[in-house]
């Protein structure tokens, strides 16, 4: 059933049990004066009955009535049986009354009072006399109740020849009856409030269940449009209204824009500083851009960092260049998240589009997002002409990573290292392939920072653990294997990885070289430091690599445990090109030695490459001048050759992968 059905049922349920509320109180009340009216015709009752047993035993005969009415009286005696009969039927006062004698009189045939001093006895009476029917009032009885005794006065017709001729009117104390009446009338009522007091309950409670129920359903209804962290859209309800501006764009020939936008290094957010802080951060962007932008806009938060903006009715490119614009400098503008001082950035892609699909609209938004990363963040990109076509790359890396993940497609290829003075080989480096699907490879400078992007390093560098350790046993003793660990490997727990790959193995962890890059030691010092220190506890040698590239702080070589220094391979490269880079690798090589730390040459190509780093006191060279990275089946062929130390390096490896600088 539909959330809209659902609500209409609910509706209608709170309408019905309403009206049984309202059906039971109306019930009750009218039970209740029907109650009360029946308590009063009982007693009314009472006393017409007593009326009638005390008129036919004391004044039945027209004679008495008429000596009354003649002024004349009663006997004594049959004053004193009225007196009898009338204490047994607790009569207080009767009078007679005639169209010619207005005078009521007593028992005792005095006069008590004149009925034309009482206008609603005289016009009772006169209604009887006229209608020559009995009646009982209990609101004409003379006598003061306000000693809580209950009087019932009642007319009775006396006839002549079947006319009436004149009423009788007499007062009796029905107090015994109306208690007796009332008792059973307020356990009546009180029996009545029960039950009513029950359906009311019961419907008030239905009610407020109902009610209660209504508002869970407007949660759930709202939490399947909404995000619960930031309140904004969801894909789901962003993908819709997507659809419906497109399609009121194809009618209007106005244009609908789309902006895609990450928060800057969010993961770095939430790895220093915790998910809560993370989390802030998402809140305080999404109310940053609520706040800032144009009312018609619709803004979701499609998971993660991720956002998504739709502005619709727009004439002019300029409009969603403004967007972009102002949507990048309001997040720059964020000081603090949550009670937390941060500063954030966000990286904006945006387009603009009168026809076409929402996935075509998606797609070249997530393309010119892509630009505005690689360019640098924390800036916008509207989507021109040909940037599709590396953001198609990119997704299509993603897709060959996951795949290669799924069926365990990933290869090592291995590369040399030699001892620069003798030319002796001492180590492999493990390096990262991943086949292209056509017979060669991808190379690593593009499917590594797709694989760092998709959080799934540390699945890749505990693989190449594994694989390199094991292989290594089958190696000479003193052949060293060389493996290179991603930052994200740091924020796991890394040692552990390293010790499950030796304990795997049994590789003697001294043969073991762990290579990190300076950035690594940039991002968490602390942490970076305390894990390094622990890796080299276990006897495995730290390597910091491409040295020459990036910052090259020498503050870092004495700060944390290295064992040995690979200077980048684009020095080597740069050797020609100037005297100063030749003096500047004889420095690195010299403090190398000063700080009892082994150098590497990487890029070594030709014989002048190995002769200048022989001679420049390099203590390891590797290079294509000895071998281009080989498949584990070579290896066995290539340790051969070297076994006695006396092989003299031939580019003999035509037939090898093109080289590929970048491994995990």
């Not at 060293?480 to 010790?499: A, C, H, K, M, T």
Request: net charge negative; proline share 3%.
């Amino acid at each position: 059933m539909s959330h809209l059905a659902r609500q209409g049922l609910l509706d209608r349920t709170i309408v019905v049990n309403i009206f049984v509320g309202v059906l039971v109180a109306a019930v009750f009340v009218t039970v209740t004066m029907l109650a009360y009216r029946a308590a009063v015709t009982q007693t009314k009752d009472a006393a017409l009955y007593q009326a009638q047993s005390w008129y036919s035993s004391t004044l039945a005969h027209i004679d008495k009535v008429d000596r009354i009415l003649s002024g004349d009286g009663l006997t004594a005696a049959e004053r004193a049986r009225v007196r009898r009969v009338s204490e047994a039927a607790r009569l207080v006062g009767y009078g007679l009354y005639t169209e010619a004698g207005l005078l009521v009189r007593s028992a005792q045939g005095t006069i008590i009072f004149d009925v034309d001093d009482y206008p609603a006895a005289r016009e009772e009476a006169r209604r009887v006399l006229a209608a020559g029917q009995p009646s009982a009032r209990m609101d004409l009885a003379f006598h003061d109740a306000a000693d809580g005794t209950t009087f019932v006065s009642v007319f009775l017709p006396i006839f002549r020849d079947g006319v009436a001729v004149a009423v009788v009117n007499a007062s009796f104390d029905e107090t015994s009856v109306w208690r007796s009446e009332m008792s059973t009338f307020w356990q009546t009522t009180a029996g009545l409030a029960l039950l009513a007091a029950l359906a009311l309950t019961g419907t008030a409670l239905m009610a407020l269940m109902l009610q209660r129920q209504r508002r869970h359903e407007a949660r759930i209804a709202h939490l399947a449009t909404h995000d619960p962290l930031t309140g904004l859209c969801n894909r789901t309800a962003f993908a819709q209204r997507l659809r419906d501006a497109v399609s009121v764009a194809r009618r209007s020939g106005d244009g609908v824009a789309l902006f895609m936008l990450d928060v800057d290094r969010f993961k770095s957010i939430n790895d220093l500083m915790g998910h809560d802080v993370g989390d802030a951060a998402l809140r305080a962007v999404a109310s940053t851009l609520s706040a800032r932008l144009d009312k018609r806009c619709t803004i979701a938060r499609l998971g993660g960092d991720e956002f998504a903006i739709l502005q619709p009715g727009v004439r002019v490119k300029e409009q969603a260049e403004q967007t972009g614009r102002t949507i990048v400098e309001a997040v720059r503008q964020i000081e603090v998240a949550g009670e937390t001082p941060l500063s954030i950035t966000t990286s904006v892609g945006g387009t603009v589009a009168t026809n076409g699909d929402e996935d075509e609209l998606q797609r070249l938004a997530d393309a010119a997002l892509y630009y505005a990363k690689e360019a640098g963040r924390d800036q916008f990109v509207m989507f021109k002409d040909g940037m599709d076509q590396a953001f198609r790359r990119r997704s299509a890396l993603r897709t060959m990573v996951r795949d290669a993940l799924k069926k365990q497609t990933f290869q090592l290829y291995y590369q040399p290292l030699h001892e620069a003075a003798t030319g002796d080989l001492i180590a492999f480096e493990a390096l990262l392939r991943m086949p292209d699907g056509s017979g060669g490879f991808v190379s690593p400078a593009e499917f590594v920072p797709v694989a760092e992007e998709m959080s799934v390093t540390p699945v890749l560098g505990a693989w190449v653990l594994r694989e390199a350790t094991k292989a290594a046993t089958k190696w000479p003793a003193h052949l060293r294997v060389s493996v290179n660990l991603s930052p994200q490997q740091f924020q796991s727990d890394i040692v552990g990885v390293v010790e499950d790959a030796l304990r795997r193995s049994g590789l003697d962890p001294r043969r073991l070289e762990l290579e990190v890059t300076e950035n690594l030691c940039i991002t968490d010092p602390a942490l970076v430091g305390r894990e390094l220190t622990r890796l080299k506890a276990l006897g495995a040698r730290i390597v910091m690599d491409d040295f020459g590239t990036g910052y090259s702080s020498l503050q870092h070589l004495w700060t944390f445990p290295f064992d040995k220094l690979k200077v980048d391979r684009s020095c080597m490269m740069s050797l020609d090109e100037s005297e100063n880079v030749a003096e500047v690798m004889r420095t690195i090589s010299a403090m190398s030695g000063a700080m009892k730390l082994t150098v590497t040459a990487e890029g070594v190509e030709t014989d002048a490459h190995a002769n200048f780093a022989r001679d420049a006191g390099y203590d390891e060279v590797q290079g294509f001048l000895y071998s281009r990275p080989m498949p584990l089946g070579a290896i066995g062929d290539y340790i051969g050759r070297y076994r006695d130390g006396t092989a003299t390096p031939t580019p003999d490896n035509a037939n090898a992968p093109a080289p590929l600088s970048q491994a995990v």
